[in-house]
């Protein structure tokens, strides 16, 4: 299995599996360190943190389909609140989740969703910064 993939216009992206597994790890991680931090955020502990990595494989759906819809419905909100309101995408999100997993994920109150939803947009960008950029620079040279 190929690790970079270099598509027709010539430009080199991580494979699908490899991204997936990357973003799950660290969605994962950030939904055990807020259910931990934070009450306001409970994520069943049956099955070894299972519900966990399902949230997060939820959530990475979401932001593939889902999100980039919400993004531009919210463009103009976004725009006047000079990008304060991009986390609140995340927010929705954080919610959606919540109300496909029912009881084994459940979120209360607004302020923590909003400080878990910035870090998972920083998780996002530090991610794509110092992990993935570097993996498929080194796979173009």
Do not use: C, Q
Not at 58 to 84: A, D, H
Not at 92 to 105: A, C, E, H, P, S
């Amino acid at each position: 299995m190929k690790i970079i993939v270099v598509d027709n216009n010539k430009k080199a992206r991580l494979n699908k599996v490899i991204d997936w597994l990357i973003y799950m790890v660290g969605y994962a991680l950030i939904l055990i360190l807020a259910s931990v931090l934070f009450e306001s955020i409970e994520i069943s502990n049956a099955f070894f943190g299972l519900f966990a990595l399902i949230a997060a494989i939820i959530i990475y759906v979401l932001n593939k389909t889902i999100k980039p819809i919400l993004f531009l419905l919210t463009l103009p909100l976004t725009g006047l609140t000079m990008g304060i309101f991009y986390p609140f995408l995340n927010v929705i999100i954080l919610k959606m989740v919540d109300f496909i997993l029912g009881k084994k994920f459940e979120t209360n109150g607004v302020f923590h969703l909003f400080f878990i939803a910035i870090l998972i947009s920083i998780m996002n960008i530090l991610l794509e910064i110092y992990v993935i950029r570097p993996i498929t620079k080194r796979g173009v040279e």
